[in-house]
């Protein structure tokens, strides 16, 4: 079997794959890409119902290769475990709630490939929407104000806005830094990956961009933020020159000297003041809260997160 010039490998937890399935199989078939990209898709212990539909989805497109683990091995786990059976040249990362804005998207990735660029990512858009009702409205308004950026802008900082749900790179490139399986739980292992690779290549923006459909509701988005805090933690504390320069550091540097009680106090205002905001203010107390947790949780730990220049 002849070695294919991308693979496109997809990590899927409860979430229906049909849609992402079909439009890149379109592209493949009307691009003449058959046999150049395979699509692997591995199964993280989602639920009956989607495994059944997405094992479906996936025998409907002779490019895609689906699987499923047995048991769940997390976000930093799958995706190491997708790359053992990459065959590609070249390794698209895309989540399962994106889909592709233009239908030259995996060609347009495969140009750049070619012209010799190492890691190249496209970015998040919110063009497309499924989930319209307005208990989404703050994770719209959050996606659109952190990842919804062109290109010149990702490019300033290309650490931070490199996004796993659409990347692509050289096949040698995830061998030489892998994702970290230490980090366990929800979030930021991407953003510790990025850092570490941006070390070692360049990382090229682009305007290629995936929308991302899987909005969550306000109190989702509030849990994971709150469930995510021991990997920020983890994060500042293996880089802390870079968790040094975020905006929340700033916050974080202040309140770090606040007694443990006061710090609880605010926790509990800002949850509330969270919940009865509209987005654009929510949005505020949502990031001072997340310094309140970060500092209550390095008083519990009892070990610094980066130099405080003041």
Not at 196 to 216: F, K
Not at 243 to 260: A, N
Request: proline content about 5%; hydrophobic content about 40%.
């Amino acid at each position: 079997m002849s070695r294919p010039e991308l693979s496109v490998i997809i990590p899927v937890l409860d979430w229906d794959l049909g849609p992402l399935l079909a439009r890149l199989n379109t592209e493949i078939e009307a691009g003449g890409l058959a046999g150049m990209v395979e699509v692997l898709v591995a199964d993280d212990c989602s639920r009956d119902e989607i495994r059944q539909g997405n094992r479906a989805a996936a025998k409907r497109h002779p490019a895609v290769t689906y699987y499923e683990l047995a048991r769940r091995a997390g976000r930093a786990g799958i995706r190491n475990n997708l790359l053992a059976r990459a065959r590609g040249r070249f390794i698209l990362f895309l989540d399962a709630d994106v889909l592709p804005d233009s239908p030259s998207f995996l060609r347009d990735y495969l140009r750049q490939a070619r012209a010799g660029h190492q890691v190249v990512c496209g970015g998040i858009s919110y063009r497309t929407r499924i989930l319209a009702g307005r208990q989404y409205d703050f994770s719209l308004y959050k996606g659109r104000r952190t990842e919804w950026l062109p290109a010149r802008l990702r490019q300033q900082e290309p650490w931070r806005y490199l996004f796993t749900g659409n990347v692509l790179m050289r096949r040698d490139i995830p061998d030489r830094v892998r994702f970290d399986e230490s980090f366990s739980g929800y979030g930021y292992e991407d953003i510790e990956w990025a850092i570490r690779l941006g070390r070692l290549v360049d990382i090229r923006h682009i305007d290629n961009t995936c929308s991302h459909l899987g909005l969550v509701d306000r109190k989702t988005a509030f849990d994971r933020m709150r469930r995510s805090t021991e990997n920020y933690m983890k994060l500042a504390r293996l880089h802390p020159d870079e968790f040094s320069r975020t905006p929340v550091f700033r916050v974080f540097r202040f309140l770090r000297r606040w007694p443990r009680p006061l710090l609880g106090s605010a926790d509990r205002v800002l949850a509330r003041l969270f919940f009865s905001s509209p987005p654009g203010i929510a949005y505020l107390f949502f990031q001072l809260d997340k310094a309140v947790l970060l500092a209550s949780l390095e008083q519990r730990g009892g070990r610094d997160c980066g130099e405080d220049p003041s």
